[in-house]
């Protein structure tokens, strides 16, 4: 039996006002060793996206199984109003956290970063920009890499090879990618010529890198519908964030790209002094779209996919071509040789 009438029936979720989803998977099961400085990395990676972003931001942080301490700190952040949504869970694993944290939701744009991000001012609008410059973008990366040029993005490649807006062009902050390359515990990922030179491509005066990471990288809903992948066996790792992050973009005509300037930083599990300055220097957030902008609907095919993805990828890839599209695009042959060889 039902007596009277539910209150929500007919009722607009309170999401609705947001337009722009940041989904954060957290696993902090203790304070020990590798997790030793974890909570303070978290709340640099909040603090900073507190402060970054703007009111249409929705934020959602999967909480895999973490410490008590974690749960209340987060619960706390909800409460306060400044986190929108917190999941709690066993330890899933990140593929599964981001898979859950999107269910249920429908952003035009959604942006998944892992919990050792720094967030820098501009980080939205600097991504906004290069969807509206390049109409084909299915993800964005603040942090762009001079080594993510092979990285799905051959589709680029085959669309832009003889075209003078895909070229070579000068590194805009080399200090940011060496960096990234401390972060990670290699700092021979970058070679000198990826420290000068990335390839961009180019709309008048504004340039994107080609590629792009995925430890925080922001995309279009439409990369996430229909998608195929409903669980992953991965904790972290192996294919899946490829197959979850990667390949759909691809898969569905868009390209990766990154900014050419930085706009995130990568900070690890060790608590540094640069982290506490460079944090004390993000001023408050100035940019307030009311509005997402308005994207294209890109147009795929399975004919197109299978023309671009693979069998052009096997064509460019091979050695003797790979090093001509790269003089092509502005390399000596000495930089080329240089470019392609693995560091680190």
């Not at 960096?179 to 010529?193: E, L, M, Q, R, T």
Request: glycine share 6%; with cysteine.
């Amino acid at each position: 039996m039902r007596i009277g009438f539910n209150p929500n029936k007919d009722k607009i979720k309170e999401a609705a006002k947001f337009f722009h989803q940041v989904v954060i998977p957290v696993y902090i099961p203790d304070q020990e060793g590798y997790f030793k400085d974890s909570f303070k990395i978290l709340e640099y990676c909040l603090e900073s996206l507190f402060k970054t972003i703007h009111p249409k931001t929705y934020i959602t942080v999967v909480n895999n199984g973490s410490h008590t301490l974690i749960s209340d700190y987060l619960n706390r952040l909800q409460k306060d109003g400044k986190i929108q949504e917190v999941i709690h869970s066993t330890n899933i694993g990140k593929p599964n956290s981001i898979i859950k944290g999107i269910a249920g939701h429908n952003f035009p744009f959604i942006t998944i970063a892992d919990s050792d991000v720094l967030f820098l001012n501009d980080w939205q609008k600097e991504s906004y920009d290069i969807f509206e410059k390049f109409p084909k973008t299915g993800a964005v990366c603040p942090t762009p890499s001079s080594r993510s040029l092979k990285n799905h993005t051959f589709n680029i490649w085959f669309e832009l090879l003889f075209s003078k807006s895909l070229f070579f062009t000068k590194v805009k902050n080399p200090e940011a990618l060496k960096a990234f390359a401390a972060s990670v515990g290699n700092p021979k990922i970058y070679s000198d010529i990826h420290l000068q030179k990335y390839l961009t491509v180019s709309n008048s005066d504004f340039k994107a890198v080609v590629g792009a990471g995925h430890f925080i990288t922001t995309y279009r809903k439409e990369v996430f519908e229909k998608s195929d992948m409903k669980h992953s066996d991965f904790m972290l790792g192996g294919e899946t964030e490829g197959k979850l992050l990667d390949f759909p973009v691809v898969k569905k005509g868009m390209w990766r790209l990154s900014t050419a300037d930085n706009f995130a930083y990568h900070l690890g599990n060790v608590e540094e002094d640069w982290m506490r300055k460079t944090f004390q220097e993000i001023k408050p957030n100035d940019f307030f779209p009311q509005e997402p902008i308005v994207l294209k609907k890109i147009k795929s095919s399975k004919m197109a996919f299978l023309l671009k993805y693979k069998l052009f990828a096997r064509i460019i890839t091979q050695k003797k071509i790979w090093y001509y599209c790269l003089k092509l695009k502005g390399l000596s042959l000495a930089e080329a040789i240089q470019y392609d060889q693995k560091h680190g």
